[in-house]
């Protein structure tokens, strides 16, 4: 069955203090792997998108890591207002549709 | 607007009430996705069209979901007899082709009582 597992389902850091967030995921003939970023009362933000194993993109104090199994949301010394929820996707082994897990809060306090 | 609009942000409905759902995709957007989000969730798929094209539903929880998207850019959500677990954030994506990254628009929250 096709699944997209993160953890930890919350992490709480002070600010400066860098970590990762984790996606693992179960899907046949991986399409890609989306990061997004969720506040509050609002829609997803897309931040990334990774396609093969050894692929990285950044921005600002965020990095995405990809492998054969997994994903990695690498985030150094961050700020108060990266606290939200992050939130990874992959399309299902059909391509009919894009599921998501059920995210990581993260709240960084200053 | 430059980005995807969603309308109304915020409905009340009482239970067996029919409510309606509006999205309007980025201009040019092919792809466009209907999800529900419950609290402390991920999104949950819905429906996906491509075009006016309804290619799967197979999300939608029952038969009082309808989804439509008649001239391959505004979307409606329609929710018939709504009941008290139909209460969530109804979000809706659109992107310019497929599965590439989607972009989502602020959600509707719906409260049914």
């Known amino acids: 069955e096709d699944q997209v597992t993160q953890s930890p389902e919350a992490l709480r850091l002070q600010e400066g203090e860098s970590s990762s967030l984790n996606c693992s995921y179960t899907?046949?003939?991986?399409?890609?792997l989306f990061w997004y970023r969720q506040d509050p009362g609002k829609g997803p933000e897309f931040l990334f998108t990774?396609?093969?194993a050894g692929e990285e993109k950044e921005k600002e104090r965020l990095k995405a890591t990809l492998t054969k199994k997994e994903s990695f949301l690498h985030i150094t010394a961050p700020k108060p207002e990266d606290s939200a929820t992050y939130l990874c996707a992959v399309p299902d082994s059909s391509a009919s549709k894009i599921i998501f897990g059920s995210g990581t809060r993260l709240s960084i306090r200053p | 607007g430059a980005g995807v609009s969603q309308s109304p942000r915020y409905k009340v409905a009482k239970r067996g009430q029919d409510v309606a759902l509006r999205c309007d995709p980025i201009s040019g957007h092919v792809s466009l996705f209907w999800y529900q989000q419950a609290l402390g969730q991920g999104p949950e798929f819905l429906t996906y069209?491509?075009?006016?094209?309804?290619?799967?539903k197979s999300g939608l929880p029952s038969d009082r979901f309808f989804a439509e998207r008649p001239e391959g850019s505004v979307s409606t959500l329609k929710i018939q007899r709504t009941q008290q677990e139909d209460s969530a954030v109804y979000l809706c994506a659109s992107s310019p082709q497929g599965y590439t990254e989607a972009f989502f628009g602020q959600g509707t929250r719906l409260t049914v009582v």
């Open positions: 899907v046949s003939g991986l399409r890609g």
């Open positions: 990774l396609y093969s």
């Open positions: 069209f491509q075009n006016e094209a309804q290619l799967d």
